[in-house]
């Protein structure tokens, strides 16, 4: 039987992995295929990717607001 902390990392490791796949959905979908440094999205750490959507969201606010 798996212990708790077992059970505990097994979870993280979902969550990441949901998560890595919800921003790089919500990247493509703005367009963005690389980061800034010409790496694909599926290549990079999730805490690239947080900063790559930052970046990506504070570009089109931007954009909106020169409008």
Not at 16 to 39: C, H, P, S
Not at 53 to 58: Q, R, S, V
């Amino acid at each position: 039987m798996p212990s708790l902390e077992e059970i505990n990392r097994g979870l993280r490791e979902t969550e990441v992995r949901a998560r890595r796949a919800f921003l790089i959905n919500q990247l493509k979908n703005m367009g963005v295929e690389y980061t800034k440094d010409g790496r694909r999205l599926e290549e990079c750490s999730l805490y690239t990717l947080e900063w790559t959507h930052i970046e990506a969201k504070n570009e089109a606010a931007r954009a909106y607001g020169e409008e």
